[in-house]
C-alpha cells in the first residue's frame, strides 16, 4: 500500500517519465532471476497454485478495499502539510495523484517513483519543485517514524521471534542509523557547517538550494498542530497498512497474530528499498519465505502472500494509468 519510486527518472514539463533502459532491464533481470531461483529451489508454481486455490475472497475483498481508506488518509495528511506552507490544493488532485504515482510505482525501478510525480503535480500549486519536495520529505518522514515505532515496540514485545530471526534487528538498527542521519541533517549544527563551506560557482548554487530546501523543512517547526495533525494520520495510515497484511493472511488462512505484522511488515517495506529489482520484486517474496519458516509456513503460502500483494498493487497501478493518460 505504498505509492512511491526511483532511478531513471526526470521531470519534463509535462511530467513525462523517462526511464533508462539499461538500469530498467538490469533490475528486470535481476528481479525475474530471483523469482526464478525462488520456484525452483523454495517452492513451485504448482505449490502456489494450490494454495491460491484455497483463499478466501471475502476477506481478500475486504483486505483490498482498504487501499482506498489508504489512499483517502495519505492524501488527507499531504494537504495538512501542503496548507502548512500556505497553499491550497484540493482533496480529489491529491488523490488523483497518489493513483497516478502507483502506476509509476509499478512500471519504474524503484519504490520512488510515485514521488516524483507527486512532487511535480504539487508544484502546480506551490509553483517551486523545492518546496514541494520539502512537502513530500516531511510526509514520507511522518510514515517512516511511525512505521519503525511500531515495529520497534513489536519487536520488543515479540522478543523470541526478533531472536530466532536476526534480520528483525538488522533492518531496525539500519532503519534507525538512516532516519537517525536524516534528522541531524535538520539541525542547526548541520545548518552551521553547510554555510560554512567555500562555494563558488555551481557549487554555491548547490549550497543555496540546499539550505532553502533545509528551511522549508524546518519552517515545520513553526507549524507544530500541522506536523501533529500529521502524525496522527500517519499513525491511522501505518494501522491500515497492518491490518490490510493481516486480512491477506487471514484469506491465506495463516495463523499468524497482528502483532507479528507490526515486526515483519516494516522490516519488508525497507528490504523492498534496495535498489536491485523492479519495485521490490523478488526481494518480497524472498524476505516473505524466510519470515515465515519462523511459522513454519510453507514457502507456497509465502509467495503466495507476496503474490497477492503485487495483484493489488498492480490493479491500483491501472486505474492510475488511466487518470494518467485522461487527465489535462
Known amino acids: 500500500m505504498d505509492q512511491n519510486g526511483r532511478g531513471g527518472v526526470l521531470l519534463t514539463n509535462k511530467s513525462n517519465q523517462k526511464i533508462n533502459p539499461l538500469t530498467f532491464t538490469l533490475k528486470l533481470v535481476v528481479s525475474m532471476t530471483i523469482l526464478a531461483l525462488i520456484l525452483i529451489f523454495k517452492t513451485s508454481i504448482r505449490d502456489v497454485f494450490n494454495v491460491l486455490k484455497t483463499v478466501n475472497l471475502w476477506w481478500l475483498a475486504v483486505s483490498f478495499s482498504l487501499h482506498g481508506l489508504g489512499l483517502l488518509i495519505s492524501a488527507v495528511r499531504w494537504q495538512i502539510l501542503v496548507r502548512a506552507q500556505g497553499d ?140 501533529f495533525k500529521a502524525f496522527i494520520w500517519a499513525f491511522l495510515l501505518q494501522a491500515n497498512v497492518i491490518l490490510h497484511f493481516f486480512l491477506i493472511g487471514k484469506a491465506l488462512h495463516l495463523s499468524i497474530k497482528i502483532i507479528d505484522y507490526l515486526v515483519f511488515i516494516p522490516i519488508v517495506m525497507l528490504i523492498q528499498l534496495i535498489p536491485i529489482t523492479i519495485n521490490g520484486l523478488g526481494l518480497r517474496e524472498g524476505a516473505y519465505i524466510e519470515i515465515f519458516e519462523f511459522y513454519g509456513i510453507a514457502p507456497g503460502a509465502a509467495f503466495s502472500f507476496a503474490l497477492i500483494d503485487v495483484g493489488f498493487m498492480l490493479i491500483i497501478g491501472v486505474v492510475g494509468a488511466i487518470i494518467y493518460v485522461t487527465r489535462k
Do not use: C
Open 88 to 227: 491550497h490544493v484540493p482533496l480529489p488532485f491529491l488523490v488523483k495523484s497518489y493513483l497516478v504515482g502507483n502506476f509509476f510505482n509499478n512500471i519504474l525501478p524503484s519504490r520512488i517513483g510515485g514521488d516524483v510525480v507527486r512532487i511535480w503535480d504539487g508544484s502546480k500549486y506551490s509553483k517551486t519543485i523545492l518546496k514541494s519536495s520539502a512537502i513530500i520529505l516531511v510526509e514520507r518522514l511522518t510514515g517512516v517514524i511511525v512505521l519503525f515505532l511500531f515495529a520497534f515496540a513489536a519487536a520488543v514485545f515479540r522478543l523470541d521471534m526478533a531472536q530466532k530471526v536476526p534480520v528483525i534487528w538488522v533492518s531496525l538498527v539500519i532503519g534507525f542509523s538512516g532516519l537517525t542521519a536524516v534528522l541531524l541533517f535538520f539541525t542547526s549544527f548541520i545548518e552551521k557547517i553547510i554555510k560554512k563551506i567555500p562555494s563558488k560557482g555551481f557549487l554555491k548554487k548547490v549550497i543555496q538550494k540546499t539550505i532553502e530546501f533545509r528551511s522549508t523543512i524546518v519552517y515545520y517547526k513553526t507549524k507544530k498542530t500541522a506536523l
